[in-house]
């Protein structure tokens, strides 16, 4: 008599319910989470907290911080949207194409992840300076990038791109060339292929890269202050705000503007959440 369809997986479910579980696995994830994220958390808001709510007001919304929230969050997302084409256009050809030395391309995308930062803004204020390759092409026609807001934005596009091309390429890969085959074989054009048959479940991908892009770079540092002359109502960035109230001994009024950053961080930790949950219905 042969066994039925249904004895190897409830063989092996019998199998998984047996394999002991870790007593104290879920305390100890509790303790160091407690440890590493609560606590600091906590410390930032309570030393914010010690002022009065009306000086609170007064240091997040005085006409330096303002600007410096301009110059972190509109520059930030503008980069984002920017890193959104063209990350998408990257993964495209390294999954889509074949050309000599595309491996080396490809491994050299994620070097934004390795680089120290702070090397990544002394490399990009030396080629865009005046006198750098880059700049002295842009010079001649009044385009200043080293020193300037827009020293922030080549940052901010550098630090942030591998997130949109790590996170498009698995979905690329999972999509079967049979989907395009059969929608030019019913007539429909290029365009309407990638609007209709590719875009919708590469859209949330997209969007969740674009998203962590945008939160990386409303944190970056190390690059910022170097390729940026750091000049309020100019291109000072909240986190060099935040460093240079350090510098004037004023901790409670850089934790004032840390806790602002660390709202807008958790509502863009919300949203990339959603856009995962999102994505789920497009799994394939």
Same mark, same amino acid.
């Given at each position: 008599? %042969?066994?039925?369809?249904?004895?190897?997986?409830?063989?092996?479910? /019998?199998?998984?319910? +047996?394999?002991?579980? *870790?007593?104290? #696995?879920? +305390?100890?994830?509790?303790?160091?989470?407690?440890?590493?994220?609560?606590?600091?958390?906590?410390?930032?808001?309570?030393?914010?907290?010690?002022? =009065?709510?009306?000086? #609170?007001?007064?240091?997040?919304? /005085?006409?330096? !911080?303002?600007?410096?929230?301009?110059?972190?969050?509109? %520059?930030?997302?503008?980069?984002?949207?920017?890193?959104?084409?063209?990350?998408?256009?990257?993964?495209?050809?390294?999954?889509?194409?074949?050309?000599?030395?595309?491996?080396?391309? &490809?491994? !050299? #995308?994620?070097?934004?992840? !390795?680089?120290? %930062?702070?090397?990544?803004?002394?490399?990009?204020?030396?080629?865009? =300076?005046?006198?750098?390759? @880059?700049?002295?092409?842009?010079?001649?026609?009044?385009?200043?990038?080293?020193?300037?807001?827009?020293?922030?934005?080549?940052?901010?596009?550098?630090? /942030?791109?591998?997130?949109?091309?790590?996170?498009? +390429?698995?979905?690329? $890969?999972?999509?079967?060339?049979?989907?395009?085959?059969?929608?030019? /074989?019913?007539?429909? =054009?290029?365009? +309407? %292929?990638?609007? $209709?048959?590719?875009?919708?479940?590469?859209?949330?991908? @997209?969007?969740?890269?674009?998203?962590?892009?945008?939160? $990386?770079?409303?944190?970056?540092?190390?690059?910022?202050?170097?390729?940026?002359?750091?000049?309020?109502?100019? &291109? *000072?960035?909240?986190?060099?705000?935040?460093?240079?109230? *350090?510098?004037?001994?004023?901790?409670?009024?850089?934790?004032? @503007?840390? =806790?602002?950053?660390?709202?807008?961080?958790?509502?863009?930790?919300?949203?990339?959440?959603?856009?995962?949950?999102?994505?789920? $219905?497009?799994?394939?």
């Amino acid at each position: 008599m %042969t066994p039925s369809s249904n004895s190897q997986p409830a063989s092996f479910l /019998s199998r998984l319910r +047996q394999v002991p579980r *870790l007593p104290f #696995i879920w +305390q100890f994830t509790w303790v160091y989470l407690t440890i590493m994220l609560f606590v600091p958390v906590i410390a930032l808001l309570l030393k914010a907290s010690t002022l =009065s709510p009306a000086e #609170i007001w007064r240091i997040a919304t /005085s006409p330096i !911080a303002l600007s410096a929230y301009d110059v972190t969050f509109v %520059t930030a997302l503008v980069t984002a949207a920017i890193n959104g084409v063209v990350g998408v256009i990257i993964a495209w050809v390294m999954v889509r194409y074949e050309f000599p030395f595309r491996r080396i391309l &490809d491994a !050299a #995308i994620d070097l934004p992840f !390795a680089l120290p %930062t702070a090397v990544a803004g002394l490399t990009l204020a030396t080629i865009y =300076s005046d006198s750098g390759w @880059i700049g002295s092409l842009l010079a001649p026609f009044g385009i200043k990038v080293s020193f300037t807001r827009l020293g922030v934005a080549v940052a901010m596009l550098f630090i /942030s791109l591998p997130f949109v091309v790590r996170t498009v +390429q698995p979905v690329l $890969r999972e999509l079967e060339p049979e989907l395009e085959e059969a929608a030019w /074989s019913l007539g429909a =054009s290029r365009f +309407q %292929t990638f609007w $209709r048959v590719l875009l919708p479940p590469l859209l949330p991908s @997209i969007l969740t890269g674009v998203a962590l892009g945008f939160s $990386r770079a409303v944190g970056e540092y190390g690059s910022v202050v170097i390729v940026a002359a750091n000049i309020p109502f100019n &291109d *000072l960035i909240a986190p060099v705000l935040i460093f240079q109230r *350090l510098e004037q001994y004023d901790y409670a009024g850089a934790t004032v @503007i840390g =806790s602002v950053m660390l709202g807008a961080s958790l509502v863009i930790l919300l949203a990339i959440n959603l856009l995962q949950a999102w994505g789920r $219905r497009y799994d394939i």
